[in-house]
């Protein structure tokens, strides 16, 4: 258990290294001088140079490489060239919004997706089996704001029965500001509800196939505690997993989702930094997420190993 | 959940819990880790001839219903010119936002220009850049999956986290970052998502390769001298070959998603040349004045499409597992 949890921390930080690299460079190779993206076309080049120098931009890349992780590990993450302010309140600004709308997606679709694919796999095969699986997967490659425009179509335009923006505004309510978010979670639920589905439908099934399974059905109990006491424990250890490391594509569907509600959030933060080449404020955003998924990637391995005694049993470690 | 035995070592290079084996890819591409058809990624040799499954394909009434409609949306990606009522281009500033009629059956955009045209006209960069990104990730990623499915060692261990680092990534992000820095354009757009599919389709390849590592035909080859090279792709990629299939049609599906997203975001085909993604971007504001035809019409072309993709790759799976 202690290796276990060793080499999980190191695996985990060598990923979060290789992330900050792949976030610098490709945080360096957008085109354009940062002084110039801030003064406009019309300033001097002298002040466009005196700019620079003071952002530090046109120090060697390892330099700048240097200073940057050695910030982020003093808690610094760097200053805006948009703002002229430090990176990190709006960072955390915008990640609590975003938490706000992806709990809720995750409250609606986690229950919605796992019912689904349990209902599918005892009905394995069968046409409602077909159905979950092809609506799900349907769902899922249909993009956010493809899903999000019929949602305001419906509900918003032609009902009229919930707001069409994410905010609600200062000082509105949380009742408020929860109907807001509404329609913004619904296209997150589709993407994931057959992801998770098709996870839990497929621990079922081999839940089903189980001895324990065979010998439940043979010691006579009735379907019904069969499937609550001995299939399910079983088949949504799996589940846990998908539904922690999702976080990771959770946040690209806010980029489109907050876009599209006009929302405040990690994903537009990034999108819009991206597009004022604010590389500071595009790194930290960008790095957040990648550390937010792999700490969810990691609460979802000690879940597992929490919940699944025979993972803890010792033997294999993994 | 057979990995942890069949894979000392090189297992916990990508995965905890041996939930590659289920053909389970929990990471984030977007929607994607993947819906990796669980259960299929290690289909066994294939056991019914290729003319015969085309046959089960062909009965199957989901496949001809995809099939129909992707044939549609191609002829308008080939065709469309020649017969979009309109020219999909002009404006007519007078009849700009008028609801759909007998005249213009999907209404007009803010620039007087007729929706059904622009949507006919606007399938074909979509359904361009769509199947060549997928080919260049699949041929990529196959490659590296087999390099690290049957080297193993320190290719897999590094690759690995490659893989991983990139997966933590949302894949939008990623690319709109590398779009930015080379400029939108066709090639841009096939490249950037080619690149960011490689990674998922080596996992499902190098899973895949993990379970034929050990058998006999292997061994045989290794002893008759067969060179590395000419063992990943001469006996083992045959192998693999329905599953790097479903992983193919799979990757379809969300390469159209991808595309639309790209170009929603303003990072794909530039205005004014119609395209979906772009087209809604464009006319979205128009959707709170009640003009809701200019961008429902494009959204549900883009639903077709991605459900037409999503028939055919169900029916293949199913016909592979038959």
């Not at chain 1, 300033?43 to 982020?72: E, F």
């Not at chain 2, 099939?67 to 010119?81: E, N, T, Y």
């Not at chain 2, 893989?163 to 709109?176: D, G, N, R, T, Y």
């Not at chain 2, 354009?185 to 499902?204: D, E, K, M, N």
Request: hydrophobic share 55%.
């Amino acid at each position: 258990m202690v290796t276990f949890l060793a080499r999980r921390l190191g695996l985990m930080i060598l990923t979060l290294w290789i992330i900050s690299l792949i976030v610098f460079f490709a945080g360096q190779i957008l085109p354009g001088d940062p002084g110039r993206a801030i003064l406009g076309p019309l300033a001097s080049k002298q002040s466009v140079q005196v700019l620079d120098t003071q952002l530090g931009v046109n120090r060697p890349l390892l330099t700048r490489y240097v200073s940057w992780i050695g910030g982020l590990l003093h808690g610094n993450f760097g200053t805006s060239y948009s703002y002229r302010t430090a990176v990190e309140p709006f960072v955390r600004a915008a990640m609590i919004n975003s938490v706000k709308l992806a709990l809720l997606a995750f409250v609606i679709v986690v229950p919605l997706g796992i019912i689904g694919g349990v209902i599918a796999a005892l009905n394995a095969g069968r046409a409602v089996d077909r159905i979950i699986s092809v609506t799900g997967l349907s769902l899922a490659t249909v993009p956010e704001f493809v899903s999000g425009i019929v949602l305001i179509v419906v509900f918003g335009v032609t009902l009229k029965v919930l707001p069409v923006t994410a905010s609600a505004g200062q000082g509105a309510g949380d009742l408020t500001q929860f109907r807001h978010l509404i329609l913004p979670a619904i296209p997150l639920v589709f993407v994931l509800f057959g992801y998770i589905a098709r996870m839990a439908r497929a621990g079922t099934i081999e839940a089903l196939n189980s001895d324990y399974a065979r010998t439940a059905v043979l010691k006579g109990l009735p379907r019904a505690t069969m499937i609550r006491r001995h299939i399910l424990r079983n088949s949504l250890l799996p589940t846990i997993t998908v539904i922690a490391t999702q976080t990771g594509y959770l946040i690209g569907g806010l980029v489109v989702v907050e876009t599209l509600f006009n929302y405040q959030g990690i994903g537009n933060l990034i999108y819009k930094a991206a597009q004022a080449k604010d590389f500071p404020m595009l790194e930290a955003g960008v790095l957040t997420i990648g550390v937010v998924y792999v700490l969810a990637t990691l609460t979802a391995d000690l879940l597992l190993v929490a919940l699944n005694p025979r993972l803890r049993a010792g033997g294999s470690d993994d | 959940m057979t990995d942890l035995s069949a894979d000392p070592g090189g297992a916990e290079g990508l995965e905890p819990a041996g939930l590659e084996a289920a053909g389970v890819d929990p990471a984030g591409l977007g929607p994607g880790g993947s819906l990796a058809p669980v259960g299929t990624v290690a289909v066994a040799a294939p056991t019914l001839r290729a003319q015969t499954r085309w046959r089960l394909l062909l009965r199957r009434p989901t496949f001809l219903v995809g099939a129909g409609i992707l044939l549609f949306w191609v002829v308008c990606a080939l065709f469309g010119h020649a017969f979009a009522p309109d020219n999909p281009l002009a404006q007519q500033l007078l009849s700009a936002n008028t609801a759909p009629s007998a005249s213009h059956w999907f209404g007009t955009d803010g620039l007087g220009r007729d929706v059904l045209s622009r949507i006919i006209v606007g399938a074909r960069d979509i359904l361009v850049i769509t199947p060549l990104a997928t080919v260049l990730g699949t041929i990529l990623g196959t490659a590296l999956g087999l390099a690290m499915g049957y080297l193993g060692g320190a290719v897999d261990l590094i690759a690995g986290r490659i893989v991983e680092a990139v997966l933590a990534l949302p894949a939008v992000i990623i690319a709109f970052l590398f779009i930015v820095a080379l400029g939108p354009s066709t090639w841009t757009l096939v490249i950037v998502i080619g690149l960011i599919f490689t990674p998922l389709i080596a996992r499902t390849v190098r899973a895949a390769v993990l379970t034929e590592r050990n058998l006999d035909y292997l061994s045989a080859a290794r002893l008759l001298g067969e060179k590395p090279g000419r063992i990943m792709f001469r006996e083992i990629l045959p192998n693999v070959m329905p599953a790097i299939l479903v992983e193919f049609t799979v990757r379809l599906g969300y390469a159209v998603f991808a595309v639309a997203t790209l170009s929603f975001l303003g990072f794909g085909v530039q205005p004014p040349t119609p395209d979906w993604g772009s087209d809604i971007a464009a006319n979205y504001s128009g959707l709170l004045s009640g003009y809701w035809w200019q961008t429902l019409f494009p959204a549900l072309a883009i639903a077709s499409l991605v459900t037409a993709v999503n028939l055919i790759t169900d029916s293949i799976e199913q016909v592979l597992n038959a």
